[in-house]
């Protein structure tokens, strides 16, 4: 299937809205990560992006269009005869950077890729070196999936969920043929069904219809992408029920130290799409007992990650 198509659930079925569940309508693509970090590398023009992302021109125009017309991106020209236009981060766009941030330090963790992949990231502030880090805007110290309560917030809503169909992008052709920063987090995030079921997860759903009646996805797609985060150890599955089978899935180490790239989606989703009454779900960082107001922040310095004030040096190792 091309293009985007819109798919309500049958049945009106209503499900809890998130600023995660939001933003990953946005961001849970492969295409549109790609091109993202295209842009964040420094290529603004359309051929530079369609080349380090190996992806098809009319795939790059509709993804480009869409990000432009949701506000993360906007067309500046740069030539009258002919008309060439430029892709710049718009203030929206520019708040993503602690997302990049936080899917780098999981790569530099966890990609299959990441000792063939040579990068490093300079802050210029402090010019060390930098691994990024998600720190707590109160105490400083690095948050923890365990030092973390959830509850609802005064945005909470229930409501029937409308998702953007597309196409999936599981093969790594596109990431792999070039300099790609997202490898294997390029292939969850840019997979919404896969991101709302981690984020069920996290919240402490852990039953298939648990998580089924908190993402509204179909029992079919559900079942796919459970599957998946399982063979690719970001989920383990226990039986706790034989006839019929019944599962409970639980996180691993490698998707727990994926949480805070949704801590950061939930951040950038807050403040774009949250409801007029406040967040639809709140955090305290139970080391410091305060609301978490997470941020992206210097492994050596602890001082926020600020787009102009950090450099991405990026080149593929021999072998």
Request: hydrophobic residues 40%; glycine residues 8%; charged residues 25%.
């Amino acid at each position: 299937m091309s293009g985007d198509q819109h798919e309500k659930s049958s049945g009106a079925r209503l499900v809890r809205t998130c600023s995660i569940w939001r933003a990953l309508d946005v961001l849970g693509d492969v295409p549109t990560l790609l091109i993202l970090e295209s842009i964040w590398l420094g290529d603004l023009r359309f051929s530079a992006i369609r080349e380090r992302t190996c992806l098809s021109r009319p795939l790059v125009t509709e993804r480009l269009k869409s990000l432009a017309g949701r506000g993360v991106l906007h067309r500046h020209q740069y030539c009258e005869k002919p008309p060439r236009h430029e892709y710049r981060l718009t203030e929206m766009g520019r708040d993503l950077f602690p997302v990049t941030m936080m899917l780098l330090r999981w790569e530099k963790s966890w990609s299959a890729r990441r000792a063939s992949l040579d990068m490093e990231l300079t802050h210029h502030s402090c010019g060390q070196a930098i691994t990024p880090q998600p720190l707590c805007g109160h105490c400083r110290e690095v948050v923890k999936p365990q030092d973390i309560n959830w509850r609802e917030g005064p945005g909470l809503a229930m409501v029937e969920p409308e998702y953007t169909r597309r196409r999936a992008h599981r093969n790594r052709q596109a990431i792999a043929q070039n300099l790609s920063l997202f490898t294997d987090s390029a292939e969850l995030l840019g997979d919404r069904w896969a991101g709302l079921a981690m984020r069920a997860i996290f919240t402490g759903l852990n039953k298939f219809d648990e998580i089924l009646d908190d993402s509204g996805m179909a029992s079919n797609i559900l079942s796919d992408r459970l599957a998946w985060l399982v063979e690719n150890g970001f989920l383990k599955a226990r039986m706790y029920q034989a006839s019929p089978s019944r599962y409970a899935y639980t996180a691993t180490a490698k998707s727990l130290d994926y949480l805070p790239v949704l801590l950061m989606i939930q951040r950038w989703g807050d403040r774009y799409f949250g409801a007029e009454e406040g967040p639809p779900v709140l955090l305290t960082h139970t080391l410091c007992g305060a609301e978490l107001e997470v941020y992206a922040g210097c492994g050596s310095c602890s001082e926020e990650l600020l787009l102009p004030d950090v450099t991405i040096h990026l080149a593929r190792s021999e072998g």
